[in-house]
């Protein structure tokens, strides 16, 4: 049980840098650290420490919580943090049902794939 989670934890490092485009040399320059060191925390032979684990937030845009697999949210909104068309938004898909979020949330990702 421990492994899995552990294994788990080591991946989403992996797929992180992968989505960067980015290679474990690269990524062992940007965090100071060796080539050896990259591998092993993308096979789960060692966790990053704490100032790593900052290093790898900031450089993935992503928070602590997530690179650890400690949550599925990549970036939580910090309370007071929306501004009101945000808030707005939020409201309204409170009051849909299921299949009006999926289909409000399909849209948004649509909006978003054409940006990229």
Same mark, same amino acid.
């Not at 080591?10 to 650290?33: C, D, F, H, P, Y």
């Not at 849909?96 to 794939?113: C, N, P, V, W």
């Given at each position: 049980?421990?492994?899995?989670?552990? +294994?788990?934890k080591?991946?989403?490092?992996?797929?992180?840098?992968?989505?960067? $485009?980015?290679?474990?040399?690269?990524?062992?320059?940007?965090?100071?650290?060796?080539?050896?060191?990259?591998?092993?925390?993308?096979v $789960?032979?060692?966790? #990053?420490?704490?100032?790593t684990? +900052?290093?790898?937030?900031?450089?993935?845009?992503?928070? +602590?919580?997530?690179? +650890?697999?400690?949550?599925?949210?990549?970036? #939580?909104?910090?309370?007071?943090?929306l501004?009101?068309?945000?808030?707005?938004?939020?409201?309204?898909?409170?009051?849909?049902?299921?299949?009006?979020q999926?289909?409000?949330?399909?849209?948004?990702? $649509?909006?978003?794939?054409?940006?990229?």
């Amino acid at each position: 049980q421990r492994n899995d989670i552990f +294994m788990r934890k080591a991946n989403r490092i992996r797929e992180l840098r992968l989505e960067k $485009g980015i290679t474990q040399v690269r990524l062992s320059m940007e965090l100071g650290v060796t080539q050896e060191t990259i591998s092993a925390y993308e096979v $789960g032979k060692h966790l #990053p420490s704490l100032t790593t684990l +900052m290093k790898l937030s900031e450089l993935f845009n992503a928070s +602590m919580d997530y690179i +650890m697999n400690r949550s599925d949210v990549r970036n #939580p909104v910090k309370e007071g943090s929306l501004n009101s068309d945000e808030t707005r938004i939020i409201t309204y898909y409170r009051t849909f049902d299921k299949t009006e979020q999926l289909r409000s949330l399909a849209y948004i990702q $649509g909006l978003s794939d054409s940006h990229k």
